[in-house]
């Protein structure tokens, strides 16, 4: 070793940059990777046809009609993406206290499913039974004097779930965060014959400004009255969102998810240590429109940040993420192979 220089002999042997040195090294070394299967894709629906309708805080994610979607799930399919999952912005007409559209069985989103389903068989589908896209106050359940009630929203979105499941629905996520729903869902699609049905449950769902352009996208950030503290978690706890989890592990949930994801990766990493479930994170709207907007202005190289954020999902012990970036992640992928 080089005296003159102030790397002493002992770390000298122990040089890390040994196996980053090449590209061939760093690829045989690499420990995560981001394939197009882990992708899930979320997708706004509206009423009507040949609508492509570009949401105005979520730059290059526009809503369509079903028409629409049954083109945009093809190319999703053909690209090698697993799964979808659908949120319908339905007409402010239809939206009353209960989300009684919910019960409809062909509402927007049941006939989004059928369509996609006839279409593209090959593509999982997998639906929220939240009730805020279809409530005039855009909470996710029923509000009864300034109170979200949790059994009565739990056998209504429980209905809804079979409803889901028969237009073809191949995965029930429930996001609305109500004690007890994912045993309830779960007996409820077995009486209805529906037992291949699987639940994702949006098992530790946070209450968090990072939803705000989604709340555009559906149109209830104008509805919203308070806040949804009182059924998602705070942002501060992570042990409870871990026995939140645990009660939706011995419920019966296939698969759980984190969302947001990014400011919650202690979360993703604890809850597949805990539990060894398939584990998915939602990066969420508001995490979609930062990368966006500074990309935009040139302040950051959207592509990339887009690419390190999926790969650092995957670091984190998640199976998949829910993300709006799925299709133009697929495209650099099958790009870059
Ligand atoms: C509500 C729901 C939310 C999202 C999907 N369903 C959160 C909310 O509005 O409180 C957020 C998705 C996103 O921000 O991308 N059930």
Redesign the pocket.
């Known amino acids: 070793m080089d005296k003159t220089h102030l790397v002493d002999e002992i770390t000298g042997h122990r040089r890390m940059r040994r196996n980053r040195k090449a590209d061939w090294t760093r690829r045989l070394v690499q420990e995560s990777r981001l394939t197009v299967d882990d992708l899930i894709w979320?997708i706004f629906i509206v009423p009507g046809t040949g609508i492509v309708d570009p949401i105005a805080a979520m730059p290059g994610v526009s809503r369509m009609s079903v028409d629409k979607v049954v083109e945009a799930v093809k190319e999703a399919a053909d690209l090698g993406i697993p799964a979808i999952a659908t949120?319908p912005d339905i007409e402010m007409e239809l939206r009353d206290e209960t989300g009684s559209n919910s019960l409809v069985p062909d509402n927007l989103i049941n006939q989004a499913t059928a369509a996609i389903k006839k279409a593209v068989p090959n593509i999982g589908i997998i639906t929220?039974v939240?009730?805020?896209?279809f409530t005039s106050h855009?909470h996710?359940g029923i509000l009864r004097d300034g109170v979200i009630v949790n059994d009565e929203t739990v056998d209504q979105i429980v209905r809804a779930a079979v409803m889901q499941a028969d237009a073809g629905a191949d995965i029930i996520a429930p996001?609305?965060m109500m004690d007890g729903r994912i045993g309830a869902i779960r007996h409820a699609l077995d009486a209805a014959g529906h037992q291949d049905v699987g639940i994702m449950s949006?098992a530790t769902?946070f209450?968090?400004g990072?939803?705000?352009?989604?709340?555009e996208?559906?149109n209830?950030s104008g509805l919203?009255k308070g806040d949804?503290n009182s059924y998602?978690i705070s942002p501060a706890n992570g042990t409870e969102a871990l026995r939140d989890a645990a009660l939706d592990v011995e419920e019966g949930a296939d698969m759980l998810m984190v969302?947001?994801g990014l400011a919650y990766l202690d979360i993703c990493w604890r809850i597949k240590e805990a539990f060894g479930l398939p584990t998915f994170a939602?990066?969420?709207?508001?995490?979609?429109t930062q990368i966006k907007a500074a990309a935009m202005n040139g302040w950051i190289d959207g592509e990339r940040i887009m690419m390190e954020t999926l790969l650092c999902f995957k670091r984190a012990g998640c199976d998949g993420i829910?993300t709006?970036f799925a299709v133009d992640a697929a495209k650099k992928l099958a790009k870059s192979r």
């Open positions: 979320p949120f929220d939240a009730l805020d896209p855009g996710d996001s609305e949006y769902k209450s968090s990072f939803y705000g352009p989604y709340r996208a559906i209830t919203l949804k998602y969302k947001p939602y990066q969420v709207s508001g995490e979609y829910l709006y």
